[in-house]
């Protein structure tokens, strides 16, 4: 019932500021995203490296109108590469890119802006052996989005993409991205979206996110399945079993700071368990996604408020 609203308060500038000038709500933001410095995510890194689960960071922004920010967001992509590197931390890591923070949004020529600058970060992910995947925004964004993934995958055959189960024409996405070597990280998807275009209903999400791991278990490319729903979890890796998938040829993902236990079991099966760590000091939008999930996300928040 909250989701809505907090959805839309993800999107105010008001509320923003509000919720950003009381002390305690970053203390409670800690649980969630690794820290503000690119130190705090590779540290985090090295934490979750040391029991054998893998990363994916992701730079906090989005929406960015100016050509200065994007050009810094692909800066501070780069020097946390170099950091992970230098840390030993940067093979086989991944880092998740929200195209609207790399200049998409910009007036002009925004989708080549956002093209050049990521490609910019591919040039880095593949000089420390690492891999970069697109995030997906709402589904204004969606084509535009695909067809920059398309253009990098020319030059960088590993860029992997996000596919938002509960958008109705995701299952056919899944088809047309599930040739050999498409990485696709399949998630239910996290924005506020209109019923032309998105399922609704939580079991209308659920039951699209199967068909389309059907599809992707089915196909040639390395599905990544990026839930913390114990259903689709289990039905994953019975999917993954069918199709005779082995431990190195498909990935689950779950995002830092929920179920760590889970993916603790998961990375011991062998099959890898990569996290979602978000790092940076732009973690408004992320941060009320997260609250709007989960009424005991928000709890979680509000509990926090009052104790501290
Ligand atoms: P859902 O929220 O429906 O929860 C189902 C069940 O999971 C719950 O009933 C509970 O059992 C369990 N669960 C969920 N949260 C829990 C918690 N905190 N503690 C304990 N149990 C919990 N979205 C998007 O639009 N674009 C993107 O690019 C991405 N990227 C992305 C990357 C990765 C790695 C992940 C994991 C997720 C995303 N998402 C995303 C977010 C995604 O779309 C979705 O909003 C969240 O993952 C929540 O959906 P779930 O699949 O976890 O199930």
């Known amino acids: 019932m909250l989701r809505t609203p907090l959805l839309a308060a993800a999107r105010s500038p008001r509320i923003r500021a509000l919720i950003e000038a009381v002390p305690a709500t970053r203390a409670v933001v800690r649980r969630f995203v690794s820290g503000a410095a690119t130190e705090d995510a590779v540290r ?94 709402d589904h204004t964004t969606t084509d535009s989005t695909l067809g920059i993934l398309r253009k990098l995958r020319g030059e960088y055959p590993w860029v992997g993409a996000v596919l938002q ?80 998938r082995t431990a190195d040829d498909h990935e689950f993902q779950m995002l830092y700071g929920i179920r760590p236990d889970e993916q603790q079991r998961i990375s011991a099966t062998g099959t890898t368990m990569r996290v979602y760590v978000p790092c940076g000091d732009e973690w408004y939008g992320y941060f009320m996604r997260r609250l709007a999930e989960r009424p005991a996300n928000l709890t979680f928040f509000l509990r926090g408020l009052v104790t501290r």
């Open 44 to 137: 985090v890194a090295g934490k979750l490296a040391a029991d054998g689960r893998k990363i994916t960071i992701d730079h906090l922004g989005e929406d960015t109108t100016d050509a200065a920010q994007a050009t810094r967001t692909v800066q501070a992509y780069e020097e946390l590469l170099s950091a992970l590197a230098e840390q030993g931390l940067s093979e086989g890591a991944d880092v998740s890119v929200k195209l609207s923070a790399v200049g998409q949004f910009l007036p002009g020529d925004g989708e080549g802006v956002a093209l050049e600058n990521a490609r910019k970060i591919c040039a880095a992910a593949e000089a420390v052996g690492a891999t970069v995947t697109l995030d997906m925004e």
């Open 165 to 244: 189960a509960y958008l109705r024409r995701t299952e056919q996405d899944c088809h047309e991205l599930s040739g050999p070597g498409s990485r696709v990280r399949l998630c239910k998807g996290a924005y506020s979206e209109p019923e032309t275009v998105a399922y609704q209903d939580k079991s209308e999400v659920d039951k699209s996110y199967v068909r389309c791991l059907r599809v992707l278990m089915a196909g040639q490319g390395y599905p990544m399945v990026a839930t913390h729903d114990p259903r689709m979890i289990a039905i994953a890796e019975r999917l993954a079993a069918d199709a005779g």
